[in-house]
């Protein structure tokens, strides 16, 4: 099994009280790809400007990621720069330039368009639905978004909600979207606006994940030191849905294990800055903290 | 197997969204005692003033609560009041009154001296050590305090600290203590001051356990409704050291389902003001509960 996935390649300039990286390769879909890659082979589809690195796409082509769909087009990459204070928790951004990604497009070929799992992470609703309504006969179907979003195009965002299984949120656009505070009660809404599936991610408070059959509740992985968490819910995501796109079936157990691993792959992403952590990682590394994982956990 | 607690019992007047109640019977060792009784025999240590309504000690009493220490002095009894909003996560103190608090030693008899299990609720560091210091041989002592006492009795609370088993924390109160942000760092830091066992509560998002022998990390049970949170932090604290002075033995083993414990034991306790509901709850209804915890994080 594969998976297609639509987001962002850009270029991060990030600054945490580890250290400043300048225009380090980052955006969602990269993050999503350094996880999903080590359960499925993996579809990117985004756009970067002229100005894109040849050695981004060189690194990415070497993790096996299949780049027929990264468009290379007139203009700016999209960049993004933000910084983490205190717990690193939120991110702050200062800058966000959108270059070639406002005027995106996405054109796959008709060998993708057959792709059974689909990933529409952070980008404009509009050009998530666009993708969604090019696929041929999609299974599974997760989407990510963002409160930028939320707010500026609620009716489109909830239009593409209802072609989608599974939404994937963080706390505070899950709170947005809905106006429930409660997490709970924000989940089963969302459950009601389309996806049968939603997984709520509460950074270093772990995950609510609910369905009508069953509810799973994950705390994080413990991290003593965290260098810099941008992308760690792309990577959450991209672990979640790389090994249920391995597993093959959509069932109570593969959910729990595929919540289990998003979670550990988050877990290095935060170790380092951008992709340095999570483009070396292995499954077996990921398997070894998993096995950690499951004993903080079990009673 | 039984109990001894030393902390407050008060008077506490509250307002929610849910509503405002005026003069309710609180405190630690009222609320630690509702959930700690379902597992053993509880003896309270407390003080309270002339105005302290008898219907309330005939409660505790009808409860099964053992009162031979709970000192009735000249003076008020103590007093708090406080209110939450919003998503009912922080408590604003508005008024506190100590009344008879402030001039308490602890005096306790013969038997009860000879007592195993002692837990050290959130009173003055001075009269905790008193405590300890006055029990024969006490085989497993937990604490817990506030950042009041952090930031007024520092020297006090650390003197305390070193005769304990186990420190019980909030987040906030453990990120004081030590200067560490991180949870993990920080109860590595409070096992290194005395307690070989460190338990970091953190509210909605559960807790986490820390020995030199192995962590534990829950979530807290999932509420799509909380009326009223006063108190829960003691009700954990009660069933988490109810059920361990009920096994009898410290392992891994117990520890971890008296973790389990606490955690159902809290998630009662938010659904209504002050004891209304952990007064009326049985170890059915817990273990009940705890049955549907148990699904959500396994895997």
Partial sequence: MSIIVLGTVALDTVKTPFGLRKDILGGSASHFSMSARLFTKVDVVAVVGKDFPKKHIKFLHNKGINLDSLEINEGDTFRWEGKYEGDLNT????????????????????????????????????????????????????????????????????????????????????????????????????????????LIKKGEHGSIFFCDKFINIFPAYPMEKVIDPTGAGDTFAGGFMGYLSKAGKINETTIRYAIAYGTICASFNVEGFGLEKTSRLTLRDVKKRLAIFKNYIIF
Avoid: C, Y
């Avoid at 309504?133 to 239009?159: C, Q, Y």
């Avoid at 505070?172 to 459950?191: M, P, V, W, Y």
């Fill in 91 to 198: 991110a702050h951004t200062l800058h966000t330039h959108l270059g070639v990604l406002s005027t995106f497009r996405p054109a796959i070929s008709e060998t993708q368009k057959k792709i059974k799992n689909v990933f529409l992470a952070n980008v404009d609703p509009d050009i998530q639905r666009h993708l969604v309504e090019s696929m041929r006969s999609p299974e599974l179907i997760g989407m990510d978004s963002m409160n930028f979003w939320i707010n500026t195009k609620r009716k489109s965002l909830l239009r593409t909600l209802k072609k989608v299984h599974i939404f994937v949120a963080n706390d505070q656009e899950a709170r947005s979207l809905t106006g429930d505070t409660n997490l709970i009660k924000a989940a089963k809404s969302l459950s009601k606006l389309g996806p049968k599936m939603v």
